[in-house]
């Protein structure tokens, strides 16, 4: 009640002008590109100006590591990460698709703890996944910051990930869908 919920076009200057907006959600921000008024990320921000308790939130895959705005953006924050135990030893890690061991046939995927080189089941993973924590990684930036890959989602195994790896791992454009 009493809200309302407005969709605008990245590419659009007339949809991100005249209107006052206190929750601002970006999407896919590293594909935006400006236009004839500027910057789309600039102009959606100066409608927040009406709220001294504005909330924006940018959300994004990222690109090119010295072009990729939300990577930019991400390296200004507080850079939460997201801790995972091992069932095992109980050591912290952050996932990495290097720990994911599969051979090529992709039928045994695994993914290995860095501390004690334990072998994790996909469903071991998911249990460790709902144990993790975030942590900062620059608790000194005022700004929160948010980092995980698809290896953490309990909606794709590792078995897919290792497929969509071994199909694109001779096309570097590919694989960077996968990172």
């Known amino acids: 009640p ?8 990245s590419n659009s200057p007339a949809d991100l002008a005249s209107r006052p907006i206190r929750y601002l959600l970006f999407d896919e921000v590293d594909r935006y590109v400006s236009n004839r008024e500027g910057d789309p990320i600039n102009i959606a921000h100066a409608r927040t100006s009406t709220y001294f308790n504005a909330k924006e939130v940018l959300v994004s895959s990222p690109t090119d590591e010295e072009t990729s705005r ?9 850079q939460r990460e997201f801790y995972v135990p091992c069932h095992q030893c109980g050591g912290l890690q952050t996932l990495k698709f290097g720990q994911v061991k599969f051979d090529v046939d992709v039928k045994d995927v695994k993914y290995e703890c860095e501390h004690c080189k334990s072998l994790w089941t996909n469903h071991q993973k998911n249990l460790n996944v709902r144990k ?5 990684g620059k608790p000194e930036n005022e700004t929160v910051g948010f980092h995980i890959n698809a290896i953490y989602s309990s909606f794709k195994t590792m078995e897919d990930l290792a497929k969509e790896f071994i199909g694109a791992k001779e096309y570097p454009d590919q694989l960077k869908v996968l990172s």
């Not at 993790?132 to 900062?136: D, Y």
Request: charged share 25%; hydrophobic share 40%; aromatic share 14%.
């Open 70 to 78: 939300i990577w930019a953006e991400y390296k200004m924050s507080d």
């Open 132 to 136: 993790g924590h975030w942590r900062k």
């Open 2 to 9: 009493g809200g309302h919920l407005s969709i605008a076009a």
